[in-house]
């Protein structure tokens, strides 16, 4: 099945700079490739995603890049602020139909300081 | 997106008891799924929820453990059965429609 590996587990940056955070999956056969970012007590909310015949995506602040010959993609933040402290999760499925069984990272715990 | 609610939002449980977790959807949604999130640790899929068959099983998660009810396509149950303090985590549904969202979430201690 599936194996993502994410890095770094922990990141602590100042306001105002950049984050990034990378992530390798291992079956080519995966196409859509889903960001998460979650708050202490909360739930995973999905901040932005990216399909495999899209190499770069961008919303505002956020961007998601895309590197399928080598398999990985990566988040950065840029101008980052407190609220963007967070634990950030990134996903890989090979979307078959409908089904999303989606394999997480271990995650990513982001401190920015003020 | 989906408005998805979960009850309890927490519960203290003893061990050897059971807690079933519902799981709403405001609107009809074909795929659902069960995850668990241990203490500072990701998110791993239990189980996808069949609407009127049986639920279908990631490895190392069996039936007898987690039953899951389906009954519409908005409405779902996961029941942790003989629960022991192992099972202390965070319990969430999720649906898919063009993307996945995640309920609430049910944070679970067992002592």
């Known amino acids: 099945g599936e194996n993502v590996e994410q890095h770094p587990s922990t990141l602590s940056v100042q306001e105002g700079d950049s984050a990034v955070i990378k992530c390798t999956y291992s079956?080519?056969?995966?196409?859509?490739f889903p960001w998460y970012k979650q708050e202490l007590g909360k739930r995973p909310q999905l901040i932005i995603d990216i399909r495999s015949n899209v190499g770069e995506k961008k919303d505002q602040r956020i961007a998601v890049t895309l590197n399928k010959t080598a398999k990985h993609f990566s988040l950065h933040i840029t101008e980052t602020q407190p609220e963007d402290s967070a634990v950030y999760f990134c996903?890989?499925?090979?979307?078959?139909?409908?089904?999303?069984?989606?394999?997480f990272g271990k995650g990513t715990l982001l401190t920015v300081n003020p | 997106s989906a408005v998805i609610s979960q009850k309890p939002s927490r519960d203290i449980c003893q061990r050897g008891t059971s807690l079933t977790i519902q799981c709403q959807v405001d609107s009809q949604v074909t795929m659902m799924f069960w995850y668990r999130q241990q203490p500072g640790q990701s998110l791993t899929l239990i189980a996808t929820a069949n609407q009127g068959s049986e639920a279908t099983y990631e490895s190392g998660f069996v039936i007898d453990k987690f039953p899951i009810s389906r009954p519409n396509l908005t409405f779902s149950t996961l029941t942790v059965s003989n629960m022991s303090p192992e099972d202390s985590s965070i319990y969430l549904c999720?649906?898919?429609?063009?993307?996945?969202?995640f309920g609430s979430g049910t944070q679970l201690s067992v002592l």
């Open positions: 999720s649906v898919a429609t063009e993307k996945l969202f």
């Open positions: 996903a890989a499925t090979p979307r078959l139909g409908s089904n999303y069984k989606l394999t």
């Open positions: 079956d080519s056969a995966s196409n859509y």
